[in-house]
């Protein structure tokens, strides 16, 4: 399902980035890098 590897891509770009809270641009970055 791409809600569940939208929020798999989400935590790994948030875990690179040493984010505390998946913000939109976090989100954002993830959909990109899915094509969305």
């Not at 569940?4 to 891509?9: E, G, H, I, P, V």
């Amino acid at each position: 399902r791409v809600i569940n590897t939208l929020a798999t891509t989400c935590l790994l770009y948030g875990y690179q980035l040493k984010k505390d809270v998946i913000d939109e641009e976090v989100v954002r970055m993830a959909a990109e890098e899915m094509g969305y």
